[in-house]
DNA sequence: CTAGGGCTACAG
DNA sequence: CTGTAGCCCTAG
């Protein structure tokens, strides 16, 4: 596949909004092949439809079938499935087969259709090819389900569950861990060379060498980071302003596009780094091409600028946000957020008002929790314990992560998981100066949660 | 050991 | 003042 062909199917995929091309459809038109490049751009595509799909409020087997595809393409890849992956799949099963529960009674409608083609059909074969998406959760459902088609009570409560919001909480979860791995796209990696070339030039004098002068290319590639960054968000801005309905996306946490939110701003600008850094040595093939995409890019970006009231930045937000859009579809990550700040009783019960007065939030049937919903109270060490013996604690001096660190990492999650341990075992040489905790955390920010 | 809240330094 | 990055602390 052509260079070009690839940035632009990339480009398209990573935007925000692009109501005409169907991802599914731009790739199959594309006939990607299975290179590692074709198979990145084949899971954006996944991700995009999936994120659309979210933004719709559409929940439905079509999710199931994107969720398929995904693990598909991430075994190719020879990743690890994400916890996060396997919960969306059972959970969006779940809300498949709730969906067919409106009627009081379970032999009313096409709720023993539903339970034939999700869970016998289509999960059977999960099964039989013993795919991973086959969890302990997911078995749960089955047999609840199953069960409620004879237990009238069982079939009551399920139907009046709240299984939207946990099966969006891990959509969304799925959406922003798997942009994280895919780090930046392209057309933005062409954009920071770029920036770091001129910027080298500008230096003159200076040492270049990117080792030796490592503050040198941190400096620019830091100046680019904000650039760029701003510019996207302020073209969000503007998009928002032309009637959409964003303004969750603002803090990183709007499903519609997690990929520009917590992840295209710190964490792309982030690993940005590393494909400035290590492609500014060596790869001159490009080079033409490179020049010409990028200045396009920066131009457009600098027009958009131009349009754009400056005072519309991501620091300031909601207040417009909430009334349409649709369906559930802001609220479960506005949700998380703030429970993980420690408030979030109202959001919580607000959450779940919205479809359905019974919900069982206890879990009382089955022992299935919903997974972090209403935060208990924050709270705290004793005073007595911090105050008592003010041991000043030397800390660490602080070191920020290089791009290979944060290369690493990413590679680390795709092959081992939540594994911090693995994960730093695995590459001992680099992480030697990193926790597992640390390895967490950097993570978490680089996911944006 | 991991998850998640908190703290500190720092930049805008 | 606010947001971010890195580090620390603690519960489970």
């Given at each position: 596949?052509e260079v070009?062909?690839?940035?632009?199917?990339?480009?398209?995929?990573?935007?925000?909004?692009?109501?005409?091309?169907a991802?599914?459809?731009?790739?199959?038109?594309l006939?990607?092949?299975?290179?590692?490049?074709?198979i990145?751009?084949?899971?954006?595509?996944?991700?995009?439809d999936i994120?659309?799909?979210?933004?719709?409020?559409?929940?439905?087997e079509?999710?199931?079938?994107?969720l398929?595809?995904?693990e598909?393409l991430?075994?190719?890849?020879?990743?690890?499935?994400?916890?996060?992956?396997?919960s969306?799949?059972?959970?969006t099963?779940?809300?498949?087969?709730?969906?067919?529960?409106?009627?009081?009674f379970?032999?009313?409608?096409?709720?023993?259709?539903?339970l034939?083609?999700?869970?016998?059909?289509?999960?059977?074969?999960?099964?039989?090819?013993g795919?991973d998406?086959?969890?302990?959760?997911?078995?749960?459902w089955?047999?609840?389900?199953?069960?409620?088609?004879e237990?009238?009570?069982?079939?009551?409560?399920?139907r009046?569950?709240?299984?939207?919001?946990?099966?969006?909480?891990f959509?969304?979860?799925?959406?922003?861990?798997?942009?994280?791995?895919?780090?930046?796209s392209?057309?933005?990696?062409?954009?920071?060379?770029?920036?770091?070339?001129?910027?080298?030039?500008?230096v003159e004098?200076?040492?270049?060498?990117?080792?030796?002068?490592?503050?040198?290319?941190?400096?620019?590639?830091?100046?680019?980071?904000?650039?760029?960054?701003?510019v996207?968000?302020?073209q969000?801005g503007?998009?928002?302003?032309?009637?959409?309905?964003?303004?969750?996306?603002?803090?990183?946490?709007?499903?519609?596009?997690?990929?520009?939110?917590?992840?295209?701003?710190?964490?792309?600008?982030?690993?940005?780094?590393?494909?400035?850094?290590q492609?500014?040595?060596h790869?001159?093939?490009?080079?033409?091409?490179?020049?010409?995409?990028?200045?396009?890019?920066?131009?457009?970006?600098?027009?958009?600028?131009r349009?754009i009231?400056?005072?519309?930045r991501?620091?300031?937000e909601?207040?417009?946000?909430?009334?349409?859009?649709v369906?559930?579809t802001p609220?479960?990550t506005?949700?998380?957020?703030?429970a993980?700040?420690?408030?979030?009783?109202?959001?919580?019960?607000?959450?779940?008002?919205?479809?359905e007065?019974?919900?069982?939030?206890?879990?009382?049937?089955?022992?299935?929790?919903?997974?972090?919903?209403?935060?208990?109270?924050?709270?705290n060490?004793?005073?007595?314990?911090?105050?008592?013996?003010?041991?000043?604690?030397?800390?660490?001096?602080?070191?920020?992560?290089?791009?290979?660190?944060?290369?690493?990492?990413?590679?680390g999650?795709?092959e081992?998981?939540?594994?911090?341990?693995?994960?730093k075992?695995?590459?001992?040489a680099?992480f030697s100066?990193r926790?597992?905790?640390?390895?967490?955390?950097?993570?978490r920010?680089?996911?944006?949660?």
């Open positions: 596949m070009i062909d690839q940035w632009v199917a990339e480009f398209i995929l990573r935007r925000q909004h692009n109501p005409r091309v991802p599914i459809n731009l790739i199959s038109a006939q990607l092949g299975d290179s590692s490049d074709c990145k751009l084949k899971v954006s595509s996944v991700l995009r994120s659309n799909s979210l933004i719709r409020g559409t929940i439905d079509g999710m199931l079938d994107l398929e595809i995904l598909k991430l075994l190719q890849q020879h990743s690890l499935l994400m916890e996060s992956h396997k969306a799949y059972s959970w099963a779940a809300e498949c087969t709730l969906r067919f529960m409106w009627p009081m379970a032999s009313d409608g096409l709720f023993t259709e539903a034939e083609r999700i869970w016998t059909k289509r999960i059977g074969i999960l099964k039989e090819s795919s998406l086959v969890t302990h959760d997911l078995l749960k089955e047999t609840d389900f199953n069960k409620a088609l237990e009238h009570e069982l079939y009551q409560r399920i009046e569950t709240n299984i939207r919001y946990t099966a969006i909480s959509l969304t979860q799925l959406l922003k861990e798997q942009w994280a791995l895919l780090g930046s392209s057309l933005e990696s062409v954009a920071q060379r770029r920036f770091l070339k001129r910027k080298a030039v500008n004098g200076d040492v270049v060498d990117n080792r030796g002068d490592q503050s040198a290319v941190d400096e620019s590639t830091r100046g680019l980071e904000s650039d760029t960054v701003d996207i968000n302020e969000r503007e998009e928002d302003r032309n009637g959409n309905n964003r303004e969750n996306a603002n803090h990183g946490e709007g499903m519609e596009c997690p990929e520009n939110d917590g992840i295209d701003n710190g964490n792309a600008a982030d690993e940005e780094h590393t494909m400035g850094a492609e500014q040595e790869e001159p093939s490009l080079d033409k091409g490179d020049k010409t995409v990028a200045r396009e890019l920066k131009d457009y970006l600098l027009e958009i600028q349009h009231d400056p005072s519309i991501r620091g300031e909601p207040n417009t946000a909430i009334n349409h859009s369906d559930v609220q479960p506005r949700v998380n957020r703030t993980t700040r420690g408030q979030d009783h109202n959001e919580a019960t607000q959450q779940d008002n919205v479809n007065k019974g919900s069982d939030s206890k879990g009382t049937w089955s022992s299935r929790i919903r997974p972090r919903l209403p935060t208990p109270v924050p709270l060490v004793s005073p007595l314990k911090k105050g008592g013996l003010a041991k000043p604690h030397v800390r660490r001096p602080k070191k920020f992560w290089t791009p290979e660190e944060v290369e690493a990492l990413r590679e999650v795709k081992y998981g939540k594994s911090w341990k693995d994960i075992n695995g590459n001992r680099l100066e926790t597992e905790v640390d390895l967490k955390d950097k993570w920010n680089l996911v944006g949660g």
